[in-house]
């Protein structure tokens, strides 16, 4: 078995096959600023994000500062790079999605 697998098989051991999430939301109109958290129930892992929204040349421009943290001892940081890989490819898909929306 190749190395690799052999990690992805113990890490995957970690995770429960079903996954509740609670995201939260919240925006101050007046300053343009933002969080989100999102808590995995069973698991000890929070996502903690700071948002801010900009004008840029006419263009409302979203800036997303995440703290992932995932308590596990030894490959807690293993997973915090997997789940903020995660996140990143989410969010492009979003802004991808959202640009199809807008340009019709």
């Known amino acids: 078995m190749c190395r690799w697998?052999?990690?992805f098989l113990r890490l995957?051991?970690?995770?429960p096959s079903h996954i509740t999430l609670v995201q939260t939301d919240a925006w101050d109109v007046a300053t343009q600023k933002g969080s989100l958290q999102i808590e995995f129930k069973g698991m000890q892992v929070r996502v903690n994000c700071e948002?801010?929204?900009q004008?840029?040349?006419?263009?409302?421009v979203e800036e997303l500062d995440f703290d992932i943290r995932v308590n596990v001892p030894l490959l807690g940081s293993?997973?915090?790079?997997?789940?903020a890989q995660d996140l990143?490819?989410?969010?492009?898909?979003d802004t991808?999605?959202?640009l199809g929306i807008i340009n019709g």
């Open 12 to 15: 995957r051991a970690l995770v």
């Open 51 to 53: 948002m801010t929204l």
């Open 55 to 60: 004008d840029r040349a006419g263009c409302a």
């Open 96 to 98: 991808e999605v959202s």
């Open 78 to 83: 293993k997973l915090e790079a997997l789940l």
């Open 5 to 7: 697998k052999s990690r």
């Open 88 to 93: 990143r490819l989410k969010f492009l898909r």
